[in-house]
């Protein structure tokens, strides 16, 4: 389902906001950046759009009436396993950041973002890695310790290569960002994450993210 990072991918836009929708449709077929083959207002209009749409990726508003983006999120990915969700988000969100990358999401934007961080987010997601806003990121780690979601913190069990992955992987670095920077293969640096979230017992890269933060592994 994947298409090559040159070609543009199939997209449905999911805000209960029509201006916002207008907008960003306007935005990412002018610059070239998606195809916006559907929208939908809510999670039931997403999931009845996907009974005959097939997008490679769904730009997903997190509150919503009818069906949130979280419901929205987690049953899209129980139907379709591959699909790639990339969460729009406000400040406000944050109760909802856990329970999204507990259900898939592969990335984060802050609605406030601009375009070309939006185009970044899209490449990275649609290449195979995840993209968390820098900004959302820093207000995470600022407010981490008034969180009620524990991960597991016995990270002493990491070599020093897996440390100095998760800790490039929290810098916002893709696979071949961090091959280059360390010096490695990309095939070498996949299989080292395969092993940090086996040993953090994580399930996916923002959930590693947040591991590394909850452990002081990283700073902003």
């Known amino acids: 389902m994947t298409p090559s990072p040159y070609k543009r991918p199939d997209v449905i836009l999911v805000d209960d906001h029509l ?31 996907l009974t005959h749409l097939k997008p490679h990726l769904v730009l997903m508003d997190i509150d919503m009436p009818h069906m949130n983006g979280m419901d929205a999120t987690k049953r899209t990915l129980e139907l379709y396993p591959d699909m790639k969700v990339i969460a729009f988000t406000m400040y406000s969100d944050e109760e909802y950041y856990y329970r999204m ?7 984060f934007v802050l ?3 601009g375009i070309n961080e939006l185009e970044e987010a899209i490449v990275s997601v649609m290449q195979g890695d995840n993209y968390f806003s820098n900004e959302l990121l820093r207000k995470i780690i600022k407010n981490f310790g008034r969180s009620k979601y524990d991960l597991t913190n016995d990270h002493e069990k990491l070599t020093r290569r897996e440390t100095d992955i998760l800790q490039q992987i929290c810098l916002g670095l893709t696979t071949d960002e961090i091959a280059k920077k360390l010096f490695i293969s990309p095939k070498t640096v996949k299989s080292h994450k395969s092993n940090l979230l086996e040993k953090t017992d994580c399930k996916n890269t ?15």
């Open 19 to 49: 201006i916002f929708r207008q907008g960003l449709k306007s935005i990412l077929t002018l610059d070239n950046i998606a195809n916006i083959i559907g929208e939908a207002s809510n999670g039931i209009e997403l999931l009845e759009l």
């Open 101 to 107: 990358i507990e259900v898939g999401v592969k990335g």
């Open 111 to 113: 609605k406030t973002c």
């Open 206 to 220: 923002p959930s590693l993210i947040l591991y590394a933060i909850k452990n002081n592994m990283v700073e902003y």
